[in-house]
């Protein structure tokens, strides 16, 4: 006997509105073949019971509440469409800036996120979404060739699934060498994209550019990432999180009260003392992983910033100042 419900409609429209009826709550049995029908042809209450078989199966977790003869979604559980606070929409709308100033994969991820989230949130969040951000970011866009753009896309899906990858690496004076690593995370840094790893040939920690990791090759050789390491925190005692080495250095810098406010502001470094100064000025002791790392930054500054101490870094910021007056004078001919 054929069944007696329209064929101009597709199933999965037909799927699609019985999944919103059951989300609303307050159907019976045959209130839902009229919900779902809109005007049409109601289906069959073979039909019916099908479909309803199908989104079981596809693991929607409907019941039947049989005291309200009512069919419902168990608790918890809902398809309705967000809707967005104004803070929560401000803070989607900045986030699809971020992503934009990213840019590469990176920015690519956080887009799809953010749009994800608008598809499912209701139309006024879509309409204010569809503005301007309130927010711009001057972030360093993420640059990757298309090997790279390949690599980073293998080495995520590694650390994902906790695989040992092999490659060959070449290092900032040319020398290549094949490494066998477990990843661990990435860090991003003056839009760059760095892979941080457990080596296995030197037993311990390194950093990897991913512009200079080529042939990279996944294991079926599985690893298990220590429980207490967090990239954040591998990160937080280097100005660009690259930078890292067994012992830390305190150093102290004086800001002038110029940009006194500006310096405390710049949390470069996660282990910092902020010391208060006559004048609006401020001391700022940083424990960091590379001093030279910190000498270069805090160059940035202009005559504003001063190293005080310790002694040994006061006299290699003064020598390095030496060496860039001795470049400005020795090609002082060029600017002629």
Same mark, same amino acid.
């Given at each position: ?52 078989? =199908? ?197 102290? =810098? ?83």
């Amino acid at each position: 006997m054929p069944e007696a419900i329209d064929r101009s409609e597709p199933r999965i429209v037909l799927l699609v509105r019985l999944l919103n009826a059951i989300d609303e709550g307050r159907f019976s049995f045959e209130e839902l073949k009229g919900r779902i029908a809109e005007g049409e042809r109601p289906p069959s209450t073979r039909s019916l019971r099908r479909y309803l078989a =199908v989104l079981s199966d596809a693991g929607f977790p409907w019941y039947f509440d049989r005291a309200a003869n009512r069919y419902r979604f168990a608790e918890g559980y809902s398809l309705r469409r967000l809707e967005l606070t104004p803070s929560e929409l401000f803070g989607l709308v900045a986030l699809r800036s971020l992503g934009a100033s990213l840019g590469g994969s990176i920015g690519g991820y956080v887009d799809d996120v953010t749009e994800k989230l608008l598809s499912s949130a209701g139309s006024s969040a879509r309409r204010g979404a569809g503005t301007s951000s309130p927010v711009a970011f001057r972030l360093s866009e993420i640059r990757l060739d298309e090997q790279g753009e390949k690599a980073f896309a293998l080495l995520s899906e590694a650390e994902r699934n906790s695989r040992t990858v092999r490659f060959h690496y070449t290092d900032k004076e040319g020398r290549q060498t094949e490494r066998r690593v477990d990843p661990y995370g990435f860090i991003v840094s003056a839009g760059r994209v760095y892979l941080v790893a457990h080596d296995h040939t030197r037993n311990d920690k390194r950093v990897f550019a991913i512009e200079n990791i080529t042939s990279p090759d996944v294991s079926g050789s599985t690893f298990h990432k220590p429980e207490d390491f967090d990239v954040e925190t591998f990160a937080a005692a280097s100005i660009s999180g690259v930078l890292h080495s067994e012992r830390t250095t305190e150093v102290r =810098v004086h800001f002038g009260a110029r940009v006194a406010k500006a310096a405390v502001a710049a949390r470069v470094v996660a282990d910092r003392a902020v010391r208060r100064a006559p004048g609006g000025s401020v001391d700022i002791t940083y424990t960091v992983a590379d001093v030279d790392e910190l000498m270069r930054w805090v160059l940035g500054w202009g005559a504003e910033a001063e190293v005080l101490g310790p002694a040994d870094i006061r006299t290699r910021m003064r020598e390095l100042l030496g060496s860039i007056r001795g470049v400005y004078e020795k090609n002082e001919t060029r600017c002629r």
